[in-house]
């Protein structure tokens, strides 16, 4: 019984106090408003209302240092300040054109009541639709390098709520099955991490300008009361090092009223710096490629009778994106040297040295006569010390044959990215590690000053730095096309209506769309209908889409392939019209390059009828809707490409209904006259 009392003492032990406020803040709307305690202890805590009613319960603030006393108690006010902030940005492409940053700032200055006297800031940025904050370490002589051990940051939810979430920390890096269910069942969670509570309200946590620092995993260490985990460090018994003056990354919530109020914020994107490096060279695009044949087994990434990346397959791939209006190409396993054990051993991959079979210089004139350009692929295989040793020299070798854009992949379990230390030595780090964090901006800002694009497989998760940083123009971080292929299971028919709510909150995601056969390796059927394929182009946003499927498919259907040749990849607005995680998203996005706009929806493994209200087209044209809809009898399972066209007028504000198949979607190009 003691025991019991004791346990139990304790765990109200380690819940701050409610306490007074000794600053707050609210929205510029007074929508939210963030309150900062500081108990008896000198431990600080931060809570957040909307409407006057919690949301985030009082939850501590700090870190644990490895050579010194931890940053969680023992602090005093020592200032504080406020700002407010309001203007509009342009996006050089992406899912709206303009976006209004609208806050109000607290700055709050703690320091220590006991020597040594450290400092340490909190800033809040308050938004109407959500909140960020970070720590920013002040230039001092008691704290010059700061070790990081882990940060305290917690996130105490007020009201019961359920949760769709990605383990955290695993083995497969970012590309696990979401799980719902309650949060207080939540184990250790990647973010974005989203959560509705019972009585309606969505939140989604994660983090933004994830640079030089460790990325965030969320545990859950009681009730509803979340925890930060840095990813770990092999180098350091520090997760982070780092030298004062700096900031850690931006922790967000967004906050909203219903699923769609979550895609429509623009919360971490804003919590980034304007862009550093100007992408006037770069418009968005989609490319077919040589990649779907090798997760089908047709074709291999490396030498012998069956390699895919030849001079001749290559050819026959630059004709046909030219003959459908495609930029560009993607050309996987050019490279020495794929032959052996790559995932299991490793090797010293090339990345300036072709095969014999393919004629790099032949071919980069041969794409240009035809208006078309390669894309570069540079597949790591996780030894980042091999890649970088290269770097330069690869990037050179490519922007001097005319590429624009480079795909990178970091193939290895999680925990097995090869980096080489300021020692000299060699250590195996996560892929979300600091020294991870550090790689990827340096391949983004060496590809920008030789005006190339990156879009990494396998990467850093997004934290919004493509606004920084607008050369970075896509990546993966979740289960992808690829897994239909040969996934065991394959993707679920409500994955991307779970994506649109989770990880597509993060940024643009390269799932590798259009695969109208419908079948992965040996008949395993894709969940979806064909028109959930042509929805994805519109559902999941990149500024570059792949066209994945072989050429003799698309000549298969020719029907739904005029919608891929037709959806364009950059947008001037985007308007999120209905959805429910996991269950269906119906999303609409205006063209930034004409009047028209495209509707696509996503469901789930239900039959399902939707209503859509097109009060997004303007007054100003005629409107003439091209449908890509799910026949009658469509179903993933046994009628997958039961699907009809057609064309009919529509007037503005007029409503559309539509009928999902199990599996299914809908597509619809809106063509202003």
Avoid at 72 to 89: I, M, P, S, Y
Avoid at 150 to 155: H, I, K, P, R, V
Avoid at 576 to 597: H, M, T
Avoid at 602 to 609: F, H, L
């Amino acid at each position: 019984m003691k025991h019991a009392l004791f346990a139990l003492a304790l765990a109200f032990a380690l819940v701050p106090a409610k306490a007074d406020p000794v600053a707050e803040i609210a929205s510029p709307g007074k929508v939210l408003a963030v309150q900062i305690q500081i108990d008896g202890d000198g431990r600080p805590s931060y809570s957040v209302t909307r409407g006057g009613k919690d949301v985030i319960q009082p939850s501590r603030l700090g870190f644990l240092l490895t050579d010194q006393p931890k940053l969680e108690r023992n602090f005093k006010l020592d200032g504080v300040e406020t700002a407010a902030h309001d203007d509009t940005w342009e996006q050089p492409w992406g899912e709206w054109r303009f976006i209004r940053n609208h806050y109000n700032e607290l700055r709050v200055h703690l320091k220590e009541k006991i020597a040594p006297a450290r400092k340490l800031d909190i800033v809040f940025r308050v938004y109407d639709d959500g909140v960020g904050f970070r720590y920013e370490f002040p230039e001092q002589p008691q704290l010059k390098t700061v070790n990081i051990g882990e940060e305290l940051t917690e996130f105490a939810v007020a009201d019961p709520a359920e949760a769709w979430w990605e383990v955290g920390g695993e083995w497969n890096r970012y590309e696990q099955l979401y799980q719902h269910t309650r949060l207080d069942q939540v184990s250790q969670a990647h973010t974005p991490l989203t959560i509705k509570t019972d009585k309606g309200l969505y939140i989604a946590f994660h983090e933004a300008a994830l640079v030089d620092y460790s990325a965030m995993w969320l545990r859950r260490v009681d009730g509803q009361r979340l925890k930060t985990v840095l990813s770990p460090s092999a180098q350091h018994a520090a997760k982070v090092l780092r030298t004062a003056p700096f900031p850690s990354p931006w922790r967000t919530m967004i906050i909203a009223d219903s699923a769609p109020g979550l895609y429509m914020s623009h919360l971490e994107l804003n919590l980034n710096e304007p862009a550093k490096v100007d992408v006037a060279w770069f418009k968005p695009y989609k490319y077919a490629g040589i990649w779907w044949g090798m997760h089908l087994g047709l074709e291999t990434w490396g030498s012998g009778p069956h390699h895919g990346a030849t001079t001749e397959n290559t050819k026959r791939m630059i004709d046909f994106a030219a003959a459908n209006g495609f930029k560009e190409v993607l050309v996987e396993g050019w490279n020495y040297s794929w032959d052996d054990d790559w995932f299991a051993n490793g090797h010293d991959l090339s990345y300036t040295r072709a095969y014999p079979d393919f004629d790099i210089k032949a071919l980069a004139a041969y794409a240009k006569a035809k208006g078309v350009k390669i894309i570069g692929h540079h597949e790591t295989f996780g030894k980042v010390d091999n890649y970088e040793a290269q770097l330069p020299a690869a990037l050179d070798l490519l922007a001097g044959l005319g590429y624009d854009s480079i795909k990178t992949g970091y193939v290895a379990d999680a925990g097995g990215l090869r980096v080489k230390g300021a020692d000299g030595k060699t250590y195996y780090e996560y892929h979300d590690s600091q020294a991870s964090a550090v790689h990827h901006l340096k391949v983004v800002t060496e590809a920008a000053g030789r005006h190339i694009g990156v879009v990494d497989h396998e990467p850093i998760k997004d934290t919004g730095l493509r606004r920084t940083y607008p050369n970075w123009v896509s990546r993966e971080g979740a289960r992808g096309q690829e897994y239909n292929a040969w996934g065991n299971p394959p993707n679920p028919p409500n994955h991307e209506s779970l994506l649109v709510f989770t990880r597509m909150l993060a940024g643009p995601f390269d799932f590798t769309p259009g695969v109208l056969s419908l079948t992965g390796q040996k008949g395993q059927k894709i969940r979806n209908t064909v028109t959930h394929q042509l929805a994805d182009y519109i559902v999941l946003y990149s500024p570059v889409q792949m066209v994945a499927d072989l050429p003799e498919n698309y000549a298969k259907y020719p029907g739904p392939f005029q919608f891929i040749k037709d959806v364009p990849t950059d947008w001037q607005d985007t308007r999120v019209l209905a959805g429910e995680p996991g269950q269906f998203a119906v999303i609409a996005r205006k063209d930034r390059n004409s009047a028209n706009w495209y509707l696509g929806a996503v469901g789930d493994d239900t039959k399902r009828t939707l209503t859509v209200k097109l009060d997004f087209l303007d007054n100003k044209h005629r409107w003439v809707a091209e449908t890509y809809l799910d026949a009658k009898d469509a179903d993933w399972d046994t009628n997958p490409h039961a699907i009809d066209i057609g064309k009919r007028a529509v007037k503005p504000g007029e409503t559309l209904t539509l009928n999902l198949a199990r599996g299914g979607g809908a597509a619809i190009r809106f063509v202003a006259k």
